[in-house]
């Protein structure tokens, strides 16, 4: 499916190109989608002892690739995250993922510990922050916040919920202060005083502490909740990049650029409505064959599904993506490896971070951050880099029996 809608994204009707032409993104995509059916035989061959016994050298091996690229890369449109291996271009932020995940089930299942372990919460901080931070540094922002969907591990491991809870609160603050910027500011000082007091009570009443605690808890978290959202001004002008801020704005009031920075996210939701429940039929889609919908084969390739197939073929491809969440869920749980468990809920967590942000960002409930849909769009490493992802955990399960023999 996702390499029909790579073609019809691209699809030109005066050259009427083929779908094999490796002159075009369909061609090139066949290339990577024949490759990676090599990379499965070798990933469900491989002794699955492997993957747990090189989990670490594997993640060394990735770090060092993204240090690299920030020496010899080459530079694709502001970021520099790019190997060029005559003419093959290779990503090596997409397999930090994978290596990260393995690195993770590695040291939680040798330390035995909990995420509720204060330095074993730390560890797995550092694990994550170093490749994310390699990341930014090559300039792209996009496929570092991904690792923030390795809080679905830690969560599963035994990282307090309250805790996440409490950051979800943050980011709605945030985005409840871009809401009042501009308005009366009493207004807005009583209204994020009263939500900070009302999270803070929240915080008290969830904390499992001592009352002492919890209320000192409570009275710091509704301050730092208040100071949070006093500083998204700071925060706006000083650390995001104007184009970041754009982005987040245009969230909050579409109309603030329609013609600039808002133009993607405009076209798109034109395209995926104009498609209507039924679609315009393969091939017959007219935001995205005349480039009205620009990144339409990678970022925004399910304009071309939404366009095409409509709201009933929109539907299959989010309920096939929500089934297989609840596939890997299933696996995950019914292993008795923590190894495998972990690494399940990692390609859970990776697989969902990248379905929700890029699906929502082409109907403009998320900032255009630019990370791929998982199968779906266009490029070479995310294809591989999901496919050895998943395809890894199938062979973990497939002798999960063994590793029951021997425990």
Not at 370 to 388: A, M
Request: with cysteine; aromatic share 16%; proline share 3%.
């Amino acid at each position: 499916m996702g390499w029909a809608n790579i073609y019809a994204a691209v699809y030109d009707p005066d050259i009427q190109q083929g779908i094999f032409n490796t002159d075009y993104n369909a061609g090139k995509q066949f290339v990577w989608f024949s490759l990676s059916l090599v990379l499965i035989i070798a990933v469900l061959v491989m002794d699955f002892k492997f993957y747990d016994t090189f989990a670490l050298p594997i993640y060394g091996v990735v770090m060092l690739s993204l240090i690299l690229v920030l020496l010899f890369g080459r530079e694709v449109a502001g970021s520099k995250s790019w190997f060029d291996l005559g003419g093959i271009r290779i990503q090596p932020a997409e397999f930090a993922k994978l290596a990260t995940g393995l690195a993770i089930a590695k040291l939680l299942s040798y330390s035995g510990k909990k995420l509720d372990n204060i330095p074993t919460f730390f560890t797995m901080l550092v694990l994550i922050s170093f490749p994310a931070a390699l990341i930014i540094l090559q300039g792209d922002t996009g496929s570092a916040l991904v690792f923030a969907s390795f809080i679905i591990v830690f969560y599963r491991e035994g990282f307090p919920g309250f805790i996440i809870a409490l950051g979800l609160v943050f980011v709605l603050f945030f985005i409840i202060t871009l809401f009042f910027r501009g308005e009366d500011f009493n207004i807005m000082i009583w209204s994020i005083v009263a939500l900070g007091f009302i999270s803070g009570a929240v915080f008290f009443i969830l904390a499992k502490k001592k009352r002492l605690l919890k209320a000192v808890s409570s009275v710091l978290v509704a301050f730092l909740l208040i100071g949070m959202a006093f500083s998204v001004d700071y925060i706006m002008k000083n650390v995001l990049k104007p184009h970041q801020s754009k982005r987040i704005e245009f969230l909050v009031d579409p109309n603030i650029d329609p013609m600039g920075i808002g133009w993607q996210v405009t076209q798109s939701k034109i395209a995926i409505g104009s498609g209507g429940l039924i679609g315009k039929g393969f091939l017959k889609g007219t935001q995205t064959k005349f480039d009205f919908v620009p990144d339409q084969s990678t970022d925004f390739i399910f304009c071309t599904v939404g366009e095409e197939r409509g709201w009933i073929g929109s539907l299959i491809v989010i309920g096939l993506f929500i089934a297989l969440f609840f596939r890997v869920m299933f696996i995950a749980e019914r292993q008795k490896s923590r190894f495998t468990r972990i690494y399940g809920y990692s390609v859970l967590g990776i697989f969902f971070f990248h379905f929700m942000v890029n699906i929502g960002m082409t109907i403009g409930l998320f900032p255009v951050i630019g990370i791929p849909l998982p199968f779906f769009s266009y490029g070479g490493s995310s294809l591989w880099s999901f496919t050895i992802l998943l395809f890894i955990l199938i062979k973990l399960d497939a002798h999960r029996m063994q590793i029951l023999a021997r425990v």
